[in-house]
């Protein structure tokens, strides 16, 4: 296996284990508010401006386009688990809060424009110009 096939793998691995580990730390997040007040939209915020720039760091790192999946992957898996409930009845996203349901809907949206948006600017570069009307 050639260097760069293993700085691949190896970026794909550690693009993938942030994924797991954003998608764990803005779990936590979400119960976060003021004393006695409103809750505050750190996790929200962290999913808006995070999962785009992993899944641009993961295809950066591997070269391939398919690679932003992986930490999305991750995520998902983890926020998944998050709203799930154990058998001893604990839950992180619980239904009574706002930042955590709408992170639950915003995250993997906002990993889909990571992986949308560049893929749609790099066509819109190799297109033919267009030709004038008359």
Known sequence: MNAGRLLAVAGAIVATGLGAVLGLFEAFLTPLRLPHSTYLPVALLLAIIGNPALSWFAAEVT????????????WCAVWFIAATKTREGDLIITGNNWVGLVTLLAGP???????FLPVMLEQRRTLPPKPPTV
């Open 63 to 74: 070269g391939k386009r398919f690679a932003a999946i992986l930490p999305a992957g991750a």
């Open 109 to 115: 949206i906002a990993f889909a424009l990571g992986i």
